[in-house]
Structures are given as structure tokens and as C-alpha cells.
């Protein structure tokens, strides 16, 4: 309530020019408010600037009218009256005052805002603007230890005296929400420093819970108190007892910053409390399943399952098939039956990306065939051999066929004595006969860790692969693959679109066209990812299917697709 009242005051107090009554002025104020991201709105500005100048009494005027009504949508006015301030200084101050009071008041740069409102105001000669400003100032962006500070209720309270010498009047209309902020802050100091979650209910706006949402948010180190601060938090806006809005927006964060014990620990309220959605269930298995706990989310999982699932339970089956695979349960083709009979479908292109192991595993075979045969003393060559190459075949017979010491031995004396042989040889060996080279570890250390779900610790496993051999496409391949695991887009586009550049494969050009969907919400690129993956494997199911799912969305408009 504290920050509509001090928008309420500025908005009676501010000093404007009376707007144009003429359509160009009108259409001027609509193309700012139609400019739905910050690049569309630099663009307007730079291509009307003269006419944004000219209609900016119109800005302000529709900007102040919004405040009056306790409404915040005024950032993109606020920003224009910015950018056109070195033109206006009046326009400027508004604007930085009209953007830190759209900006929530948890915002650093909604009290950056303030504060140059402050300056602003206090250069145009303005002391109670500038006052009502630094009032907005001392009240935004409390963290928990500006909310522990002393100091920051003693400035509120300084700020009012200085509204006080200003305007008798506007002081004694603001105490009161001034008063009912400084109580909010002590609780939320009291809620900090371990204090009992009150029962009573009391009247609360946005900037006011978002002051008990710091202090829920520092509760987290014992979950079980920040489930209870949540649910005083939703009786507060007057939610039923069983909602679990707040809590789910915590349970969003931790997902985030990546918080495992805590996100389960309030998820687990959350069901013990009633909470009775499949969602629920499926987001406390994932949880578990990053913690490494698979068996206790199978479990769970199970256990919501009952012995009859039905087509309510697709979601339950999908989530369950996407991760049996990822982490090898063996049970997971019994549930891809079982989400066959329900009516539902796992396109390829849903699941996270397999791990690398397939395709590594793959690179490790032999690059060419042995034609000869090293076998109880006796060598025997393929007359098919080209003359040229009978000694690369023999050697790689003898180095098979006397074992693993003697032939590791005969491998090792040949890359001394003839190195260009040496090359040509391991070629026809398999993985478990050639010398692993420092990439190859990091790359099979690496491979392991991402089967184990552990994909932080997989990521430095592929970077190191790489640092000993930066062609290693597999290692790209795979750093990338982490990456999405992740949910770090960016950097998995870029490494996939790195180990394209080594070599083009129909399964980076599929994974690149994944991250470019997830990350970005391009399905054009993505579906030209997946049509390229194809031209290199026309039976590449994997991309058929995304590229399946990709026009389908085109089709009906999403993500960008319309």
C-alpha cells in the first residue's frame, strides 16, 4: 500500500503541461505502450523522437492518470521520458520515478530509480517530489540485511519528516502507510532471526508480502519454517488453506539456483498438506532423481501410478519412460507399454537428449576392418589386402592375438620405431586394444558422470577432453549435451554448433535444433536443424519425429510459430 500512496501523492503534486487533444499525440502514447520488448521500444523511440519530445505532456498525463488508479504498467513511458530527458529535464525526473514505482519494490533498480528521481527533482527545484522520491528510495529493494538494518526504518522515518517540512498535509496522509510498512519490516526482521509465524491476519499489498517473501526466501535453511512463513503468506492474500501458490513459486526458484534438499523437503509439505496433482508428484521424483535417490522416486512415482493407470496418468507415464531411460531402469519399457495403451505418445524429440555412450561407443569401434588374423602362433592374411597395406593389417593381428601385456608391449615399440605405422594400425584396433589418450579418459569420465545424472561434474570431465584435444567432436557433442541437461541453452548451442564445424552429424544437427527450441523458442531454426540431420540420415527416427512435432507447432502458431 505505502508505494500506491506515495505514487497517489506524487501524481496530485506533479506540475505537467496540459496534454494535446489531437489523434497524432494519441497514436504517439499507444505506440509506446504497444512495444512489447525493450528492443521494440528503442526502435520506436529512435525512429520518433522529435514526435515523442513534441507529446510528451500526452506521456505523462496517461502515465499519471495509471498512478492515480494504483496501477504500475508506466516502465515503458518511464524509460521513454528517460531516453528524452537530455531534451526535458521534467521528463526525465518522472521517468526515473515512474520506472522505480512500476518496478516491484524488491528491485535494486527500482531504488537506483528512485534516487536519481531524487537528484532530478531536487535540481528542478522540486522539494516535495524530491522528498516523495526519497521516501520510494528508502522504502525499495530490501534485501535481508536492509531489512535486518536499523537503519532502514530510521530512514523511512527521516523521509517523512522531510516530507513533513515540505507538506504538513502529505505527511499526515502518508504516516499511516508509512507506519504499517515499518511494521511488515519487523516482522520480517522477526521471521529472520528464528520468531514465531504469526496467525493473525493482516491487511498486506504486493511491496508488503514481498517483504515476507525475503524473509521466507531466508528461511530456507530449515524448510519446514519457510513452508510455514508461505502459508501465512497466502492467508494473507486470502487464498483457500489448500493453495499452494507461494510455495510453488519457491519450489520454482530452488529449481533454478539447482537447491535439492530444500525444494524436496517443500514439496513434500505440499503433498502432506493436500496437494494431490500428478505435477506434484512427477517434480518431487525429478528431485529426488537429481539427488541421486531414483529408487525412492520410483517409489513415489509407483505409488501415484496405483495398478490400473489410465489415460489421467499420461503425464505420470511420460515423465517416468523420459527419466527409466535416462537413468537405465529396467522396468522403463514396461511403461512406455503402459503409456501406449493409455493413448499416449513419447516423440523422441520431447525426451532430453540421450547421453553420448551410443554414439561414442560407436567411435570406438574399429575404423576400418582387420583382414588378417594373429591366432596360437599362426598368421593368416585375406589375399584381399592391398600390397600396400598387408603390414598395417599383420601388425594389427599380432597386437590382437598375443594378448593384452605382449600386445600392448608390440603397440607401444611401434609408436617409437615407426610412428606413421602406429597410426595406421589403430585404426583396425577396437576401443579396449587401443592406448587411451588423455582426452579419451576425460571423455569416458565424462560419459559416466552424465549417466549419473552428475552433469556440473560431467561438464569439467568434457572440458578437460577438450583442452588435451580440442577436435574431439564427441567431447562438443557431449559438453553440449550437459549443457541442456543443465538448462543452459546458450552454451549447449554453442558447443553443439561447435562440434558441427568439426564434423557434421545427423545427431548434432538434431540436438542442436532441441537447444535452439528450448532455448531461444525459434522453431524455424529448429525445424532447418532437424531437416539438415535428416539429409544426413534420411532414417534418423529421433529427428523425423522432432521435425514431426516442430511443423505441427508451426502449424498451429506456437512458440513464435504464427
Not at 513434500?268 to 529426488?288: F, N, P, S, Y
Not at 551410443?358 to 588378417?372: D, K, S
Not at 537447444?515 to 527416427?541: F, M, T, V, W
Request: net charge negative; charged share 25%.
Amino acid at each position: 500500500m505505502l508505494f500506491e500512496v506515495i505514487g497517489s501523492e506524487w501524481a496530485r503534486n506533479l506540475a505537467a503541461d496540459e496534454p494535446e487533444r489531437n489523434p497524432d499525440a494519441e497514436r504517439t502514447v499507444q505506440g509506446v505502450l504497444a512495444s512489447v520488448s525493450p528492443e521494440q521500444l528503442t526502435s520506436y523511440v529512435r525512429d520518433r523522437t522529435a514526435e515523442l519530445v513534441a507529446h510528451r505532456a500526452n506521456l505523462l498525463a496517461h502515465a499519471r492518470t495509471e498512478v492515480l488508479a494504483g496501477r504500475r504498467d508506466v516502465e515503458r513511458i518511464g524509460r521513454v521520458l528517460i531516453t528524452i530527458g537530455h531534451l526535458a529535464a521534467e521528463a526525465r525526473a518522472a521517468g526515473h520515478f515512474l520506472v522505480g514505482y512500476a518496478l516491484r519494490s524488491s528491485s535494486a533498480e527500482s531504488r537506483r530509480h528512485f534516487e536519481l528521481a531524487v537528484v532530478a527533482y531536487r535540481d528542478l527545484r522540486a522539494p516535495l517530489l524530491a522528498a516523495l522520491a526519497g521516501l520510494a528510495a528508502a522504502a525499495a529493494s530490501l534485501t535481508p540485511e536492509r531489512i535486518r538494518d536499523d537503519r532502514t526504518i530510521d530512514g523511512l522515518l527521516r523521509a517523512v519528516t522531510d516530507i513533513g517540512r515540505v507538506d504538513a498535509e502529505c505527511r499526515r496522509r502518508i504516516t499511516g502507510p508509512v507506519d504499517d510498512y515499518v511494521t511488515f519490516l519487523r516482522l520480517g526482521r522477526e521471521l529472520m532471526d528464528g520468531g514465531p509465524v504469526p496467525s493473525t491476519l493482516l491487511a498486506a499489498a504486493e511491496d508488503e508480502l514481498n517483504i515476507l517473501r525475503t524473509a521466507m526466501v531466508a528461511a530456507l535453511p530449515r524448510p519446514e519454517r519457510a513452508a510455514a512463513i508461505a502459508r501465512w503468506i497466502q492467508a494473507l492474500r486470502g487464498l483457500p488453506a489448500d493453495s499452494v501458490l507461494e510455495l510453488e513459486q519457491l519450489v520454482d526458484m530452488l529449481a533454478e539456483v539447482r537447491d535439492w534438499e530444500p525444494r524436496l523437503a517443500l514439496l513434500r509439505d505440499m503433498i502432506a498438506h493436500g496437494d494431490r496433482r500428478d505435477e506434484t508428484v512427477i517434480e518431487l521424483a525429478r528431485t529426488l532423481t537429481e539427488l541421486r535417490r531414483w529408487d525412492e522416486a520410483r517409489v513415489e512415482l509407483a505409488a501415484r501410478l496405483g495398478g490400473r493407470p489410465g489415460p489421467e496418468h499420461v503425464e505420470l507415464l511420460r515423465f517416468m519412460v523420459m527419466t527409466g531411460y535416462t537413468v537405465g531402469d529396467p522396468e522403463t519399457p514396461q511403461w512406455a507399454r503402459m503409456l501406449q495403451a493409455v493413448g499416449g505418445e513419447l516423440p523422441e524429440s520431447a525426451m532430453p537428449p540421450p547421453t553420448m555412450s551410443a554414439e561414442a561407443g560407436q567411435a570406438r569401434q574399429p575404423r576400418r576392418r582387420l583382414l588378417a588374423r594373429f591366432e596360437n602362433g599362426s598368421l593368416t592374411i585375406d589375399p584381399s589386402i592391398p600390397a600396400g597395406e598387408v603390414k598395417e593389417h599383420m601388425m594389427a593381428a599380432m597386437v590382437l592375438g598375443l594378448g593384452a601385456q605382449k600386445g600392448s608391449e608390440l603397440l607401444d615399440d611401434l609408436a617409437v620405431k615407426d610412428p606413421a605405422l602406429y597410426e595406421k594400425v589403430l585404426d583396425y584396433l577396437p576401443a579396449d586394444a587401443r592406448p587411451v589418450s588423455e582426452a579419451d579418459a576425460h571423455l569416458a569420465a565424462a560419459e559416466q558422470l552424465f549417466q549419473q545424472r552428475r552433469y556440473r561434474e560431467a561438464v569439467t570431465e568434457y572440458q578437460a577432453a577438450l583442452a588435451a584435444d580440442p577436435d574431439l567432436e564427441f567431447a562438443q557433442l557431449g559438453l553440449g549435451d550437459a549443457y541442456y541437461m543443465l538448462g543452459e541453452y546458450r552454451m549447449a548451442i554453442a558447443h553443439f554448433t561447435e562440434s558441427i564445424a568439426i564434423r557434421p552429424t545427423p545427431q548434432a544437427f538434431r540436438f542442436l535444433g532441441d537447444a535452439i527450441l528450448r532455448g531461444q523458442s525459434d522453431p524455424h531454426r529448429a525445424k532447418q536443424c532437424y531437416e539438415q540431420a535428416l539429409e544426413l540420415d534420411p532414417n534418423y527416427g529421433g529427428a523425423r519425429n522432432a521435425l514431426r512435432q516442430v511443423t505441427l507447432m508451426l502449424a498451429e502458431g506456437g512458440a513464435d510459430g504464427r
